[in-house]
Structure formats: structure tokens, C-alpha cells
């Protein structure tokens, strides 16, 4: 078998060529897009032997995993920071990082990732979208917002942006170009509003069929939304053997380090999809008032007092959110709180 490490930039690629018994074959560049992965595949070829290739986990890794694979290769995608970890270097170039790949192949220590299908990368890039629209809505109406502080305009209103908020904004005398701005701002909300709608509904439609989302509707805090997106990021729940394990992967767990009788906590490790964080977290909040949560909920906020308790409460709940979804899942069976012999409905 031929051992390739691929080290991927945006411009090309430095390959390293390593055989069975570990010496060195061959090196070169390629460049990153379909043809320049074909002419890589018909240059290794002609070796005559299976071909195990690795790359860095990055923008671009999934497309030449999914170019190569098509040629017969055996490619995987290494975790970057597990990498930096195995072998660290003294001297950092392209080419080192290459060789070190090959090696890391050889040696059959790739610290591998796990790889999505692509009907899943698909949903979660509409889950995906959609956030990203979210936010862009979001940011708009805190500018407007504070166009209205700014020229003294403090509104105290449920929705400024419903029919009698944009009914107050039209009528409110503001100079230009601030004026126009807001105009323009409302108009880009109007067009967000109705792409964020679309995808909702195509969310809906989609998810219907899915396995695990009328499983996590089940819990507290969890509708068609947020059960999409966590669905999504999760993936499947059998590569994670235990729920403290699926805790680590949502990156809600503070960072450890521990040497002898040193045992340091510091803050979230936000290792794993931020996606997943956002609807874990966003679960907690809608949960915090249900009656299973919320004495542990307000609990945990008075003893942490007015500024931290909030916030430490809510990742509390997410994480704990979190471990009764790896039980929801692998056992295939709705929220049911310990002790209960009836399904808790959220």
C-alpha cells in the first residue's frame, strides 16, 4: 500500500509519497480542483498498489476526500489539533506537514474524523443558512434599534418591527442619511423574514421522515427548529459510546487541565459545532421555565448570583439536556423523566 499525505492550501497541494515499508517514494504539488486531483489519481496509479491517502481536517478537506475516493482511493481526514498533538514540530513548512501525514498513515496512527454523507451535509447546510439569516436579521434591527437611541427615539414596544412599530418608524422624523438607512434596513428584515419562512417550511417538510427529530420534540424545550439542527449535528448517535462522551462533543464542558495534584477548570472548551451549542443552548433557555427544570434552573442561579448565575445555569441544563438525549436516542425512546411510567410530553 502507498501512504500520501496531503497537505492542503488554498492554492495547492504538497503530496507525499511514502511505501509499505516506509521510504520515501516521491514529492510534488498539485493544484486543488477536479483536474488537478484526476492528474494526482493517474500519477499514483501507475505504482500499481492501494493507496491510502490523509488530510488535515479544513475548508476544501471534504471535496478532495470525496474527488479521491471516486479514483479508489482509501482517503481520511485528520483532526488538525489531534495532529498538532501526535507530532510537533520544531519547523512548520507545507512540505514537513505532508511527510508527517504519510508517516502518521504508515504508522496507522491518522487521528481520524468522522465524516458526514452528503444527504446529511445538505441538511445541515439549510439548518445552517437559516442561522446565518438569523443573525443577519438580528443585526439589523439592533442598528435600527440604535438609530432610535441615538436621535432620542427610545421606544418601549413588544415588536417595533409589527405593523404598529413600522407604522411609529415611518412617522418618526429622522435626518439623512440615517433616514434612509432605516428604511433600507427594513426592507432587507422584510426579504430575511420571508427566505428565514421559506426555509422553515422546507425544514418541516424535510425532517417529517426524519428518525430522531419526533424523538428529541418529545423533551422540554426542543420544537421543529432546534430538533432539526441538533439532529443534524449530532449525525449518529453510535459513534458516541457514552453520553459524557456526546457532552465532550458539543464543547459545553469547561477545559481541564491536570498535572499531579493540580486540577485546573478553566472556560467552555467550544470544541464541536457551534451549531450544535446554538440549539443545545436555545433548548435550555425554552426549558428552564418547564416544571421538571426550573427549581434546578432558579437553583443554580441564586447560587451563582445576578451576573454569572444566568448563563451558568442555562449551560447547566444544556448539558444535562444533552445526556438524556444520548439516552433518547440510542434507545430509541421519547423523553420519559426518572420514576415516570407516562411519557413527560415537552
Not at 43 to 49: H, I, L, P, Q
Not at 91 to 118: H, Q, Y
Not at 309 to 317: N, R, S
Request: with cysteine; net charge positive; hydrophobic share 40%.
Amino acid at each position: 500500500m502507498l501512504h500520501v499525505g496531503l497537505d492542503l492550501s488554498r492554492k495547492r497541494i504538497d503530496v507525499c509519497l511514502i511505501s509499505d515499508q516506509g521510504e520515501l517514494i516521491d514529492r510534488f504539488t498539485a493544484i486543488p480542483d477536479r483536474d488537478g486531483l484526476h492528474g494526482l489519481a493517474r500519477r499514483v496509479v501507475v505504482y500499481g498498489e492501494p493507496v491510502r491517502g490523509v488530510v488535515e481536517s479544513m475548508n476544501g478537506a471534504r471535496f478532495v476526500h470525496d474527488e479521491l475516493v471516486s479514483h479508489g482511493w482509501e482517503v481520511l481526514v485528520a483532526d488538525a489539533q489531534k495532529v498538532k498533538g501526535l507530532a510537533p514540530l520544531a519547523c512548520k513548512t507545507d512540505k514537513i506537514d505532508s511527510g508527517v501525514l504519510a508517516e502518521l498513515s504508515f504508522r496507522d496512527l491518522v487521528p481520524a474524523i468522522w465524516l458526514p454523507t452528503v444527504e446529511l451535509r445538505r441538511e445541515r447546510e439549510i439548518s445552517r443558512w437559516r442561522l446565518h439569516l438569523v443573525k443577519h436579521r438580528s443585526t439589523l434591527k439592533n442598528r435600527v434599534h440604535s438609530t432610535l437611541i441615538t436621535f432620542g427615539h427610545q421606544r418601549h414596544m413588544s415588536d417595533l418591527f409589527g405593523v404598529a412599530g413600522r407604522k411609529l418608524l415611518k412617522e418618526l422624523e429622522l435626518p439623512e442619511p440615517w433616514r434612509s438607512h432605516v428604511d433600507a434596513s427594513l426592507v432587507l428584515i422584510d426579504d430575511l423574514e420571508a427566505r428565514i419562512a421559506q426555509i422553515a417550511k422546507e425544514l418541516r417538510r424535510s425532517g417529517a421522515d426524519h428518525r430522531y427529530i419526533p424523538i428529541l420534540m418529545t423533551a422540554p424545550g426542543f420544537g421543529w427548529i432546534t430538533s432539526f439542527t441538533v439532529a443534524c449535528e449530532i449525525g449518529e448517535i453510535s459513534r458516541f459510546s457514552s453520553p459524557v462522551k456526546l457532552t465532550g462533543y458539543t464543547g459545553l464542558c469547561p477545559r481541564v487541565k491536570q498535572s499531579g495534584q493540580m486540577d485546573q477548570r478553566g472556560p467552555l472548551s467550544k470544541h464541536g459545532p457551534k451549531y450544535l451549542r446554538w440549539g443545545l443552548m436555545e433548548a435550555a433557555i425554552a426549558a428552564s421555565s418547564h416544571p421538571l427544570f426550573r427549581e434546578r434552573y432558579q437553583r443554580t442561579r441564586r447560587r451563582l448570583g445576578r451576573q454569572r448565575g444566568p448563563k451558568v445555569a442555562q449551560i447547566d441544563l444544556a448539558r444535562q439536556l444533552t445526556e438524556s438525549i444520548w439516552y433518547m436516542l440510542t434507545r430509541n425512546q421519547p423523553f420519559t423523566p426518572a420514576g415516570a411510567t407516562l411519557r413527560l410530553a415537552a
